[in-house]
């Protein structure tokens, strides 16, 4: 299984990348990223078709353990770290099929927008189990009724394929290392741009 590191500015690239794949079959009005992984690539891909923004956050009974473990990966050598997230990733699908794995999902207040979407794309950085994008889709289908939605992630994993439609990506089957990840180094400088975002598309922003 391919391990691909990703920096802020490679993760922002292929994100244009992947907008412009999108871009030859489908525009969507608004995007709806969930949180933390999807943040730049949301951010990117609402620039590029100059659409609304939203953010879906996500708890899952093992974040905890996850941010616990992450001190620890970010002293190891790539190839150890590139096993335990192999190891993860069987843990979780494991525990994803079992449904011993429970998760909360919510729309934060983040972002503001004033239109009435007709197309709403949900991205993501990796579709492991699929059931976290399963979730956002539903929850995206209660908050705009009668609208299109479609799904764009930069990896997807065949366990992904069988839950949900991913109608875009760009690696298949790829253990994805981005700055979203503790162990990345360019970490600190994606939470401080996370934690002090304003929407891409807001007034704020354009001034």
């Not at 299984?1 to 490679?10: K, P, Q, T, W």
């Not at 100059?50 to 953010?55: P, R, T, W, Y």
Request: with cysteine; proline share 3%.
């Amino acid at each position: 299984m391919d391990f691909v590191e990703l920096s802020i500015e490679s993760l922002r690239e292929e994100s244009k990348r992947l907008a412009g794949i999108i871009a030859k079959d489908w525009q969507p009005d608004l995007v709806i990223y969930l949180a933390k992984g999807g943040f730049l690539i949301g951010e990117e891909i609402a620039i590029y078709f100059n659409a609304g923004l939203l953010e879906f956050d996500v708890h899952r009974t093992g974040d905890k353990v996850k941010q616990n473990s992450a001190i620890i990966l970010s002293k190891l050598p790539k190839y150890i770290r590139k096993k335990l997230r192999e190891s993860e990733l069987k843990t979780r699908f494991k525990a994803d099929n079992g449904q011993t794995q429970s998760k909360t999902l919510h729309l934060t207040k983040r972002y503001q927008i004033s239109i009435n979407p007709m197309r709403v794309l949900i991205v993501d950085d990796s579709a492991d189990t699929g059931s976290s994008l399963l979730s956002a889709k539903n929850l995206a289908e209660a908050l705009f009724p009668n609208v299109e939605i479609k799904i764009a992630t930069l990896n997807v994993f065949d366990e992904a394929l069988l839950r949900v439609q991913i109608d875009w990506y760009l690696y298949a089957n790829c253990l994805l290392g981005t700055p979203a990840s503790k162990d990345n180094k360019d970490y600190k400088k994606f939470l401080n741009l996370y934690e002090n975002v304003l929407s891409p598309n807001s007034e704020s922003a354009n001034k």
